[in-house]
């Protein structure tokens, strides 16, 4: 994904640090809103994986850092969910001047309390979806159990939390106290995904429950089974981003015909950035990830290019096989092929020492079921190396490249 660094002044101030992740055509189907977790910030693994799985599908996503955090301006110390719920809502007024209005929020853990809270000052928002959400902002005060008393005795205590020391003012723990959750959600009246994991260990599954029984319909929730409050295996987070992507565009007014017209003029387009080696791929209105192996210091999320010329092989194949036996009126009822690729010397070669002699070798094994007869069966063979994909491959091929 393509992405565009902007800092915004907030209501106080200083300056948040923004990150809009777009999708490949950068035309997006529509915007969204991310609020990350307490003390976290936007540069969370877990959240590029749903930033990539999200944007894959055609939607452009804003993450930002919460004052004090990451790469905002401010002092943590002197925020508090108030200001948090502020922060969220200065960052959608922004990107609503500059015509990216985001149509759905979506918080992770504090950040899912926030998103709730917000949604109710901003009636355009169409959805929201919460991500490991505390049912009550005062859940965090867990969090900061070994520090509370210091807290309130002095005003304010050093606290740690994920190895790194936060100034926790008293008037902070008295702000989350007087968020009442479930009342807000009550009468809030939109749209929400609820995603949650039953082995959630910081935030407990009963507080989905308790979310999801607050909340009105329509309302959806979506089990994010054997994951940990921050998704920290990469799985578990692009498991959430397809969802959620899939989950929103039921809830959205996307102008399809709008986009058909802001669409490329190319067949296919490809891109790659800085995520080593997860390549975005856009073929017509179709939206494809292609990788390498881990074992080459890839994230295998898709298949590696040699996998996606024998998918176009194979393709070509059984669709061409179809479509002969179809004209033919013959009783073809399925078609399946394997390939493989390797390179390996040719059967001719004069020095099959020299690796330069090797040749690029695909197998393609055909199986077909139905009521066809020897005869047929040999005839399906012959049409397989007729399809256009197969024809290609044995041609001569100019590529010609140019600079953009």
């Known amino acids: 994904m393509r992405s565009e660094k902007i800092s915004i002044k907030n209501r106080d101030g200083h300056l948040l640090s923004c990150q809009l992740d777009l999708p490949l055509d950068e035309k997006p189907k529509a915007y969204l809103l991310f609020a990350h977790c307490f003390t976290c ?65 979506i918080g992770h853990s504090l950040g899912g309390s926030a998103v709730v809270f917000a949604a109710g000052q901003l009636p355009d928002v169409k959805a929201i979806v919460t991500v490991g959400a505390p049912s009550d902002p005062g859940h965090v005060e867990h969090l900061l159990k070994d520090g509370i008393s210091d807290i309130e005795k002095n005003g304010c205590g050093i606290v740690d939390i994920g190895g790194r020391n936060f100034t926790i003012k008293k008037q902070f723990l008295e702000d989350i106290r007087s968020h009442s959750l479930p009342e807000t959600l009550k009468q809030l009246k939109k749209p929400i995904l609820v995603c949650h994991s039953p082995q959630d260990s910081v935030v407990g599954i009963d507080n989905a429950r308790k979310l999801f029984e607050s909340a009105y319909h329509p309302k959806s929730f979506v089990s994010l089974d054997g994951a940990n409050h921050l998704l920290s295996d990469s799985k578990d987070s692009r498991f959430a981003g397809n969802m959620i992507a899939s989950w929103i565009e039921r809830y959205l007014s996307i102008d399809e015909a709008n986009l058909s017209n802001q669409k490329s003029t190319n067949q296919v387009n490809v891109r790659i950035t800085k995520e080593k080696y997860t390549t975005e791929i856009l073929s017509g209105e179709h939206r494809l990830l292609a990788d390498e192996p881990k074992s080459v210091g890839g994230k295998d999320l898709g298949p590696n290019p040699y996998d996606l010329l024998l998918s176009a092989l194979g393709a070509c194949t059984v669709m061409t096989l179809r479509m002969y036996a179809d004209r033919k009126g013959w009783e073809l009822d399925e078609v399946e092929v394997g390939l493989d690729h390797k390179k390996d010397y040719p059967a001719d070669c004069e020095d099959c020492e020299n690796p330069k002699q090797k040749i690029d070798v695909i197998e393609r094994k055909i199986r077909v079921e139905g009521n066809l007869t020897e005869e047929q069966k040999s005839r399906i063979l012959e049409i397989a190396d007729l399809c256009q994909i197969h024809k290609t491959l044995h041609s001569p091929v100019d590529i010609i490249s140019s600079m953009n």
């Open 41 to 105: 910030n936007k540069n969370l693994t877990a959240i590029r994986n749903i930033s990539l799985a999200i944007t894959s599908q055609g939607f452009a996503l804003v993450r930002f850092d919460f004052t004090g955090l990451g790469e905002s301006e401010g002092e943590f110390s002197e925020t508090n969910f108030a200001s948090t719920v502020n922060d969220l809502i200065d960052v959608y007024d922004y990107f609503t001047k500059e015509n990216k209005q985001p149509q759905v929020l």
